[in-house]
């Protein structure tokens, strides 16, 4: 079965850049899925939709983050990252990372402060 699960710094200070792994357990990032999601759900707000890459390492981002979102892969670690740069207390969230067959990680809070 596959398992996603998220990783990196519970706290980044603001103007910096917040960067987040998903490590994929019970199956292949090359061949399980075809997009692999960045999604998050600030404090009392719904799920906002960040970004995917796909196979051939094509990216999608939502505007929302007004080109602040970098996603990448690692095909040899079986991971995809998120890097969202100059971020401010509003990205405080918890970040999910997805696959387009309905397997999610369980989720880390990121909490922007200084």
């Known amino acids: 079965q596959v398992q996603l699960q998220e990783s990196g710094p519970g706290l980044v200070k603001p103007s910096q850049t917040l960067s987040l792994t998903c490590t994929v357990s019970?199956?292949?990032?090359?061949?399980?899925?075809?997009?692999w999601s960045w999604i998050r759900q600030p404090p009392g707000k719904g799920l906002e939709w960040m970004g995917a890459i796909a196979n051939g390492d094509r990216t999608y981002y939502s505007p929302s983050q007004r080109g602040r979102t970098s996603i990448s892969r690692d095909t040899s670690k079986n991971q995809f990252t998120l890097q969202l740069s100059s971020v401010t207390p509003e990205d405080t969230a918890v970040y999910y990372c997805?696959?387009?067959?309905?397997?999610w990680g369980q989720g880390t809070l990121v909490t922007i402060s200084s």
């Open positions: 019970g199956g292949s990032i090359t061949t399980n899925s075809y997009y």
């Open positions: 997805a696959d387009d067959l309905g397997h």
